[in-house]
T-cell receptor
């Protein structure tokens, strides 16, 4: 069964610190992987999309890495800000043209 | 560029009643998705359309849920009759299929359904 896991479910970090969110998946034969952000009461916003042939993607203070062999991806956030507080979801396309989501990590940045 | 529009934003109904949700995708996006997100969980795909044809509805509870995308643009998702466990946020997303890679999906704000 193709599954996506995100641990921890919640994380609190003081403002200004760098942090890493983790995502693991059960099948290494993936098409691509996406990181999304979800704010309370709102939809999802795509942050980064990594194709299976890529090792990492960067956007501003965000850097996502992909290691297919170990079934892992990380989202690195540099110099965290209170505005980064949200739930971060990892989603994997296992090649069946649909996304399988993890349960998310709820991030709180403490001012 | 206008985003994915959904309505209503909130809906409260009693069990066994019917409810319908509407989605208008980003202009030019051929692929449309409906997801169900139960509190504390990630979104789960219910149905995927490519233009006005169904690509995947394997996780749609077809005894009570139905969806259509007439003319390959707007879509409606209906629940009839609703159960307590249908309480969730229903998210609509769209993407512009190009090439062999799945493009980024753009999500609407969702409809929050509470079944009493």
């Amino acid at each position: 069964k193709q599954e996506v896991t995100q641990i921890p479910a919640a994380l609190s970090v003081p403002e200004g610190e760098n942090l890493v969110l983790n995502c693991s998946f059960t099948d290494s034969a993936i098409y691509n992987l996406q990181w999304f952000r979800q704010d309370p009461g709102k939809g999802l916003t795509s942050l980064l999309l990594i194709q299976s042939s890529q090792r990492e993607q960067t956007s501003g203070r965000l850097n996502a890495s992909l290691d297919k062999s170990s079934g892992r991806s990380t989202l690195y956030i540099a110099a965290s800000q209170p505005g980064d507080s949200a739930t971060y979801l990892c989603a994997v396309n296992f090649g069946n043209e649909k996304l399988t989501f993890g349960t998310g990590t709820r991030l709180t940045i403490i001012p | 560029e206008a985003g994915v529009a959904q309505s209503p934003r909130y809906k409260i109904i009693e069990k066994r009643q019917s409810v319908a949700f509407w989605c208008n995708p980003i202009s030019g996006h051929a692929t449309l998705y409906w997801y169900q997100q139960i509190l504390g969980q990630g979104p789960k795909l219910l149905i995927q359309f490519q233009n006005n044809g169904v690509v995947d509805d394997s996780q749609l509870p077809k005894d009570r849920f139905s969806a259509e995308r007439l003319k390959g643009v707007d879509s409606t998702l209906k629940i009839q009759p609703a159960k307590l466990e249908d309480s969730a946020v229903y998210l609509c997303a769209s993407s512009y299929r190009q090439g062999q890679f799945q493009e980024t999906q753009y999500f609407g704000p969702g409809t929050r359904l509470l079944v009493l």
